[in-house]
């Protein structure tokens, strides 16, 4: 099975950042948060799996494999041997690139999280998402996008970086990236420290990132070899 073309991919990804779009003005975050969560605030906010494992522990865990990632660029092991040294690289600092855009976009952000708004005892209100550019909810902010759900996103880059010598091994990466991203924004939003669409648009950020950096490590992996980068299939 070929993996897909990047007019495919820009298809696919226009259309998933229309939906979130969309997603963000439904009001469908507030009603989910309504779910894990009341007046009285979010029962499972300090609940020891979901801090300790899911949060301190992944985070954790997310950095040691970043880290192997980076020494694997000199030093391969397993799956990684199948790659040539720039799409190594290109893994390595994709996944870094990813975190530190999420970061410095969440740095800047005036989006706060459920548990800051007055629905979960808190003092900030609820707008649809990108109305907070324009006029800040109230609260502390700094809530967008999810940073912890990119300890697993993050690594979507994994998928470029083998589609086009091991397209099974790339399947298998991005499917594991997404899951693990999902499970930690999760648990998250069960703690009320997000909103779904915190979780969602740090994945298409991290997905865009991985793309963008893949385009740059064709170029890059072309003139060593003196090939034409053309268009991945």
């Not at 229309?18 to 969560?37: C, I, K």
């Not at 397993?78 to 690139?97: D, I, K, N």
């Amino acid at each position: 099975m070929q993996s897909f073309s990047n007019r495919q991919l820009a298809a696919v990804t226009a259309a998933l950042g229309l939906l979130l779009v969309a997603w963000d003005f439904s009001g469908l975050d507030l009603a989910l948060a309504h779910g894990f969560g009341g007046a009285g605030g979010f029962p499972l906010r300090d609940n020891a799996f979901l801090t300790v494992v899911l949060h301190d522990g992944a985070k954790r865990l997310a950095w040691l494999l970043a880290l192997g990632l980076c020494v694997a660029v000199w030093w391969p092991v397993g799956w990684l041997r199948r790659l040539p040294m720039h799409r190594r690289l290109q893994l390595a600092s994709t996944t870094l690139l990813a975190v530190l855009v999420v970061s410095a976009l969440k740095s800047f952000s005036t989006a706060s999280c459920p548990w800051s708004l007055a629905d979960f005892g808190g003092v900030a209100h609820y707008t649809p998402h990108w109305q907070h550019v324009f006029a800040p909810d109230g609260g502390s902010g700094r809530c967008f996008p999810a940073g912890h759900a990119a300890s697993g996103f993050a690594f979507v880059g994994g998928y470029f970086a083998f589609r086009e010598t091991a397209p099974v091994i790339a399947r298998r990466w991005l499917a594991a990236a997404l899951l693990v991203g999902l499970a930690l924004g999760l648990a998250q939003q069960i703690r009320g420290a997000h909103f779904t669409s915190h979780t969602l648009w740090t994945a298409l950020i991290c997905w865009c990132v991985a793309w963008a950096m893949d385009g740059l490590f064709a170029r890059v992996g072309a003139r060593a070899t003196g090939a034409d980068p053309g268009e991945a299939v």
